[in-house]
T-cell receptor, first 114, second 114 residues
Framework: DGGITQSPKYLFRKEGQNVTLSCEQN?????MYWYRQDPGQGLRLIYY???????QKGDIAEGYSVSREKKESFPLTVTSAQKNPTAFYLC?????????????FGQGTRLTVV | GDSVTQMEGPVTLSEEAFLTINCTYT??????LFWYVQYPGEGLQLLLK?????DKGSNKGFEATYRKETTSFHLEKGSVQVSDSAVYFC?????????????FGKGTRLSVIA
């Protein structure tokens, strides 16, 4: 079955450490997105990618970085510059960039700073 | 830019009660509209969608009608169950606007008690 897989489900980060969250899709979708979810804040867009080898900053990109070297993969790195990284992170994809279509989501990664 | 406003929760209902969650939007283009549901600890799942004015999306007893004249997409269900307890997100997809195409409301938490 096609879908989006995020790993790990739970991740713990020490102060000053970089961590990478994995997002893989086998839906053959062009566009991929990373969102951060905090209680009562809804979803906030971190980065998005329209196509392979291209990505743009979203509303809260500071302290994060991404790459899109393969169509099916869009990893998110939370760097030490992100001062408050504890949150639930969601990866999503859509078939094409210029289509008003629904997004498909992974199951999320919960990141906690220890 | 585009935006989605939905009623704040939490909403607590007794089983078999009628549910309405209000959602209004602003968009510069002609968006598609969606309701997503998020169960605890999981990603978002598409609940229903509508792509043009006066379309009614429906799924699992939930309904919402795309009202262009009032820029609304309210979610309704005639008789809620305990299993409907979740967070509900209203969203729009608007590539025509040139803004970020996926925009979400802040979510409304629904608790249904037996």
């Amino acid at each position: 079955d096609g879908g989006i897989t995020q790993s790990p489900k739970y991740l713990f980060r020490k102060e000053g450490q970089n961590v990478t969250l994995s997002c893989e899709q086998n839906l053959n979708h062009d566009a991929m997105y990373w969102y951060r979810q905090d209680p009562g804040q809804g979803l906030r867009l971190i980065y998005y990618s329209q196509i392979v080898n291209d990505f743009q900053k979203g509303d809260i990109a500071e302290g994060y970085s991404v790459s899109r070297e393969k169509k099916e993969s869009f990893p998110l790195t939370v760097t030490s510059a992100q001062k408050n990284p504890t949150a639930f992170y969601l990866c999503a994809s859509t078939p094409r960039w210029r289509m008003n279509t629904e997004a498909f989501f992974g199951q999320g990664t919960r990141l906690t700073v220890v | 830019g585009d935006s989605v406003t939905q009623m704040e929760g939490p909403v607590t209902l007794s089983e078999e009660a009628f549910l309405t969650i209000n959602c209004t939007y602003t968009a510069t283009g002609y968006p598609s509209l969606f309701w997503y549901v998020q169960y605890p600890g999981e990603g978002l799942q598409l609940l229903l969608k509508a792509t043009k004015a006066d379309d009614k999306g429906s799924n699992k007893g939930f309904e919402a009608t795309y009202r262009k004249e009032t820029t609304s997409f309210h979610l309704e269900k005639g008789s809620v169950q305990v299993s409907d307890s979740a967070v509900y997100f209203c969203a729009l997809s608007d590539h025509d606007s040139g803004n970020t195409p996926l925009v979400f409301g802040k979510g409304t938490r629904l608790s249904v008690i037996a």
